[in-house]
T-cell receptor, first 112, second 116 residues
């Protein structure tokens, strides 16, 4: 059973426009959410996170929104840049056992 | 720190052979995780350790898979016998838990396994 789902395998955006990546989860015990970015032939790297006590966290061009009632979070990148082209993974944790559960990933392509 | 180090980067083996993947976590980290990346399931957690002790191995697909962590600086994931459907990229990650929160969750560069 996939507890964290990213239903869009790919997304294509024009440079300068906003990229919105979505993620849904099923486990109401999750209280910490993260986004990771992955380039080919590299391991995922941490991008931004949010605790369940917040509904928004911003870091430069990246903002994560959390809607607990809908069990949904999203990552906004604005403005998008060609260097943002990568696979983005959503992850969740209940911080009880320490493990992260990841979604399937969304491949973002930002075109010049 | 050099980060999480995995070896080999690439492994090509024949079906039925034993495969061993290796991981060196970041020094001082007390959690170690093994993940497998597939198109269908994304990053799938296989097993994780806390202070060298396996905590949850429910993600290990079959008895052909086993993992060990003999000390704080080394872990192995073994597949015996290997099958073509095991072909994937395997990642190791480590983190430090402090006051109930895991910090510094860092991934290695992965091992791309191809079983022919």
């Amino acid at each position: 059973d996939q507890q964290v789902k990213q239903n869009s395998p790919s997304l294509s955006v024009q440079e300068g426009r906003i990229s919105i990546l979505n993620c849904d989860y099923t486990n109401s015990m999750f209280d910490y959410f993260l986004w990771y970015k992955k380039y080919p032939a590299e391991g995922p790297t941490f991008l931004i996170s949010i605790s369940s006590i917040k509904d928004k966290n911003e870091d430069g061009r990246f903002t994560v929104f959390l809607n607990k009632s809908a069990k949904h979070l999203s990552l906004h990148i604005v403005p998008s840049q060609p260097g943002d082209s990568a696979v983005y993974f959503c992850a969740a944790s209940d911080n009880q056992g320490g493990k992260l559960i990841f979604g399937q990933g969304t491949e973002l392509s930002v075109k010049p | 720190d050099a980060g999480v180090i995995q070896s080999p980067r690439h492994e090509v083996t024949e079906m039925g052979q034993e495969v061993t993947l290796r991981c060196k976590p970041i020094s001082g980290h007390d959690y170690l995780f093994w993940y497998r990346q597939t198109m269908m399931r994304g990053l799938e957690l296989l097993i994780y350790f806390n202070n060298n002790v396996p905590i949850d191995d429910s993600g290990m697909p079959e008895d052909r898979f086993s993992a060990k962590m003999p000390n704080a600086s080394f872990s192995t994931l073994k597949i015996q016998p290997s099958e073509p459907r095991d072909s994937a990229v395997y990642f190791c990650a480590s983190s430090l838990r402090h006051r109930g929160i895991n910090y510094g969750y860092t991934f290695g560069s992965g091992t791309r396994l191809t079983v022919v």
